[in-house]
Every structure is written in C-alpha cells, then in structure tokens.
C-alpha cells in the first residue's frame, strides 16, 4: 500500500527567508502525481504545486519548487522569500493515476515570524 | 462560481443519530470523494466515486454510506452516529478526462457527535 509521511510537525521561518518542508513517500507503481496542498486557517484546501512522476524537471510556481526525487521516493516543497500569508498547515500527497486514490500526510504547520 | 458545496458547515448530533452530509460540484467532474481529517492524521479517505453509479470504499469507510446518483451529488450519510466520528469533513472533486490529479475541495463540515 501506498504511504506519505511528513516527519515535520512543525517548522518555523523568519519572513523574507526560505523554508523547505519534506515529505516521502512509498509505492509499488510507476505513473502517479505528487501534490503539495496549503491549508490556511479558514480550513480551505488550495493547491499549491503538483508534479508528474514521469517528469524529471521539477515543478515551479513562483516562490514554491520542489525537489522530486524519484528514486530516493522524496518530494520536498521548498518556499522562498517567506511571507506571513504563508503560515498554514501543508499537506503531502500522492495520487495513483490508475485507481484516483489520493494519500495525505499528516501535514507540516509553518509558522511565519515577522 | 460555486465550485466545491458542502452543508452543513456545522453540526452537533447525538450518539445513534444519522444525519447526511451534502456536496454537490457544479464543475461537470466525474470524480467525486470524502474525507475525513483529525489532528495529527491528515485527510484520510472514506469514500470516492469515479462516476454516477459508481463508489468505492477508501481507508475509513466503516460508519459511512455513500451513493452517486447524479454527476453533480455524492452525499454521506452516517447511519448511527458515534463519538469517533467527530472530526472535520471535506468533499473533493477532479475531472477523469485529461486527469491532471488536482483535487478541487469544499470548505469543510465539523460535525461533533457527542
């Protein structure tokens, strides 16, 4: 089965610096989709970036990149020049193309300091 | 622009109660799921749909019916009500064709069972 784990309950990073927040993940298959979801608190999940695991090159979206790892099984999201709209909880996730099943970490709180 | 619709936003039931939790998207999406989310364990998945007249069990089922009459609607029900289902529920949405993986999520239901 499938698993995501984020072994950071919590991270901390002053504003304007960069914070990366891990995540790994295990399967069996070769065709799926990783995400990195923000949930601020008003509890709304909102897509923050997503990456094919048949794509080599990383995945960008302004401040947030990530570091994909295929082999080591690794996903890291990685957020520049930290703002205080970016404190929220973040969640992993892997998604296998051929059943739709979406896996979750347990998710990341970022806090943001002024 | 409704998107992702859930209700009730808030609800309290006693233990044994049913209640039904609604969602409907107006995004033509075949694919349709729930999950629940509780402190230090993610979102986990109760049930998913691929489409009308088609559901299957995710994760944590037990507890949890589902049906899928219409593309638009994929209601939860609890049939009896228990103290371990206290948790905070969203329903999520992805178009099947031309799958890109993203989850489109509505804002969420708290229901305590007390």
């Known amino acids: 089965a499938q698993t995501v784990t984020q072994s950071q309950p919590e991270m901390s990073v002053q504003e304007a610096e960069t914070v990366t927040l891990s995540c790994t993940y295990d399967?069996?298959?070769?065709?799926?989709?990783l995400f990195w979801y923000k949930q601020p608190p008003s509890r709304q999940m909102i897509l923050v970036i997503r990456?094919?695991?048949?794509?080599?090159q990383n995945a960008t979206e302004n401040r947030f990149s990530v570091n994909f790892q295929k082999a080591a099984k690794s996903f890291s999201l990685k957020i520049s020049d930290s703002q205080l709209g970016d404190a929220a909880m973040y969640f992993c996730?892997?998604?296998?193309?051929?059943?739709?099943?979406?896996?979750f970490g347990t998710g990341t709180r970022l806090k943001v300091l002024a | 622009n409704a998107g992702v619709t859930q209700t009730p936003k808030f609800q309290v039931l006693k233990t044994g109660q049913s209640m039904t939790l609604q969602c409907a998207q107006d995004?033509?999406?075949?694919?349709m799921s729930w999950y629940r989310q509780d402190p230090g364990m993610g979102l986990r998945l109760i049930h998913y749909?691929?489409?009308?007249?088609?559901?299957d069990q995710g994760e944590v089922p037990n507890g949890y019916n589902v049906s899928r009459s219409t593309t638009e609607d994929f209601p939860l029900r609890l049939l009896s009500a228990a103290p371990s289902q206290t948790s905070v529920y969203f329903c999520?949405?992805?178009?099947?064709?031309?799958?890109?993986?993203?989850?489109?999520f509505g804002e969420g239901s708290r229901l305590t069972v007390l």
């Open positions: 399967t069996s298959e070769s065709d799926y989709y």
């Open positions: 995004m033509n999406h075949e694919y």
């Open positions: 999520a949405s992805s178009r099947q064709g031309g799958w890109t993986g993203e989850l489109f």
């Open positions: 749909s691929v489409g009308a007249g088609i559901t």
């Open positions: 990456q094919e695991a048949y794509k080599q």
């Open positions: 996730a892997y998604a296998d193309s051929g059943t739709y099943k979406y896996i």
